[in-house]
């Protein structure tokens, strides 16, 4: 464990030799949460294309790595310019609280203004404390009319 | 109002040509709910280029019209295919309870599906109780792990 854990793990942005990696801790992301999977052969490739294509961006974190994160990019509606979505985070059970985290929220913020985007959102449960501390450290809101309004929430349906 | 209201509103895909209403109903909205607007005219260049670039699709509904929606269509990274974000549904004061909504969000699955979406999202208000009640009356769940897990919760920040 690092003596400074938010400070001192490194990341790396993702490309498309990752998605082997990739498909497997995002399989191992969706068990571990009970969530269905298509399996991570079917995950490798679909990174992969998607990175390629430039429709998704993403960071290995830690030196396994140990965890990684992706976000989306589309232009946003109130300015010129981006704004983006983050869509997955997750370090691997053992070696969680070492900042791994933190490191990969951090890049995205870097990453996501170099993208010239203005903003950055995200859906993540109610009961997961540890990714709601980490993203209310990194200034993220769930509040509508910031700091005291009401909560957002994440909504979503099958098609 | 409609003896039927869910099933008797017209509605029709949004062009470049309806942008200025467009962006007019876009800043009453934002007024309305105390959110930061950059003003209907900047918003009507905005979403007549988005429009026509493909990144961003909606309805007009209601005969006036009284009401929009807008999305995004995104490739999903579970199969292939797309996913969808319904960013923006708005129908005017003295419209609402005469189904324009529900008109709105019953296209946009539709679409949604036609664009080979295999999923939708969005976030709203918890306060917001008569969008909450539409979106799970057309099927949306704010729970993880449906239908009996924890709600998500919707994040987000300005860089």
Same mark, same amino acid.
């Given at each position: 464990? @690092?003596?400074?854990?938010?400070?001192?793990?490194?990341?790396?942005?993702?490309?498309?030799?990752?998605?082997?990696?990739?498909?497997?801790?995002?399989?191992?992301?969706?068990?571990?949460?009970?969530?269905?999977?298509?399996?991570?052969?079917?995950? $490798?490739?679909?990174?992969?294309?998607?990175? @390629?294509?430039?429709?998704?961006?993403?960071?290995?974190?830690?030196?396994?790595?140990?965890?990684?994160?992706?976000?989306?990019?589309?232009?946003?509606?109130?300015?010129?310019?981006?704004?983006?979505?983050?869509? @997955?985070?997750?370090?691997?059970?053992? /070696?969680?609280?070492?900042?791994?985290?933190?490191?990969?929220?951090?890049?995205?913020?870097?990453?996501?203004?170099?993208?010239?985007?203005?903003?950055?959102?995200?859906?993540?449960?109610?009961?997961?404390?540890?990714?709601?501390?980490?993203?209310?450290?990194?200034?993220?809101?769930? /509040?509508?009319?910031?700091?005291?309004?009401?909560?957002?929430?994440?909504? $979503?349906?099958?098609?």
């Amino acid at each position: 464990v @690092e003596s400074n854990p938010d400070h001192e793990q490194p990341v790396r942005p993702a490309i498309s030799a990752d998605a082997r990696r990739l498909g497997l801790m995002l399989h191992d992301f969706n068990t571990e949460f009970g969530d269905r999977s298509p399996g991570a052969d079917f995950l $490798e490739g679909r990174i992969a294309e998607l990175l @390629e294509a430039g429709g998704l961006f993403g960071f290995l974190g830690g030196d396994g790595p140990h965890g990684f994160c992706l976000f989306r990019v589309r232009p946003t509606l109130w300015r010129d310019g981006n704004e983006a979505y983050l869509e @997955e985070l997750y370090v691997v059970p053992e /070696r969680r609280g070492q900042g791994i985290g933190a490191a990969l929220v951090q890049a995205t913020l870097e990453r996501a203004r170099e993208l010239d985007c203005s903003r950055i959102d995200l859906g993540t449960s109610e009961t997961d404390t540890a990714a709601r501390a980490l993203y209310e450290r990194f200034g993220f809101s769930n /509040r509508e009319r910031q700091p005291d309004g009401p909560s957002m929430l994440f909504y $979503e349906r099958d098609l």
